[in-house]
């Protein structure tokens, strides 16, 4: 049987290509405009400045200047993070661990909270990837959320678990990278 009514989805953009936060990104907007509260947690990001904080600031400014609602009151991004944490071997700093703890005690109290109408966790599945947040304790409180709450993860490698209890999996695979040519990132497409 088919279920046909509406409720709020949990969704992943996972995979090794380019635009799993874009994508996130693209709907956080799409749900901002349509009058929706957003919030955007970043959870490893945070020491490099990014071209969505000054969008978000830019679409406030222009909202204000034709009258319109502040974009704030819609759409909030919260660097949560240091930016890149040491994996591979070497021992994770605490400082990283602790920060990716509190940026998890934030995400599940806005998703619980009922403030929100979509909270995107982006970066989360390689906090979880890294062993650095437990998948079930994410799930558990995916679980729980509000009935009209939406939540989207981010990040490579998503964690089996959460594939299994998400609605949405999209996974981004790359074809073609202007790395593969030496190019670098480009501001604004990358960052």
Same mark, same amino acid.
């Given at each position: ?17 380019? =635009? ?7 709907t &956080?907007l799409?749900? $901002? ?7 955007i947690?970043?959870f ?5 400045h990014?071209? +969505?904080?000054?969008?978000?600031? &830019?679409?406030?400014?222009a ?9 704030g ?9 240091? =930016?890149f944490?040491?994996v591979g071997? &070497? ?13 998890w005690?934030? $995400? ?16 989360? %599945?390689? $906090? ?10 994410? &799930? +558990? ?5 509000p009935?009209?709450?939406?939540v989207?993860?981010t =990040?490579? %490698?998503a ?5 299994e ?12 990278? $202007?790395y593969?040519?030496?190019?670098l990132a ?6």
């Amino acid at each position: 049987m088919t279920e046909t009514s509406r409720r709020g989805l949990i969704v992943i953009n996972t995979g090794p290509g380019k =635009g799993k936060t874009t994508a996130a990104l693209g709907t &956080a907007l799409r749900a $901002a405009g349509n009058g929706m509260r957003v919030l955007i947690l970043q959870f490893l990001k945070g020491s490099w400045h990014y071209g +969505e904080l000054d969008a978000v600031a &830019a679409l406030d400014q222009a909202l204000a200047q034709t009258g319109g609602p502040p974009a704030g009151q819609n759409i909030v991004i919260r660097q949560m993070g240091r =930016g890149f944490v040491k994996v591979g071997g &070497a021992e994770t700093d605490p400082e990283d661990l602790r920060l990716v703890e509190q940026a998890w005690q934030d $995400a599940a109290e806005a998703i619980l909270s009922g403030e929100w109408d979509l909270v995107v966790l982006d970066e989360i %599945n390689y $906090a979880i990837g890294y062993k650095m947040l437990d998948a079930e304790k994410v &799930a +558990e409180t995916l679980r729980q959320k509000p009935e009209m709450v939406h939540v989207i993860l981010t =990040g490579r %490698n998503a964690h089996p678990t959460l594939v299994e209890l998400a609605d949405t999996v999209t996974e981004m695979r790359e074809v073609k990278h $202007a790395y593969q040519k030496g190019i670098l990132a480009q501001r604004g497409i990358e960052f």
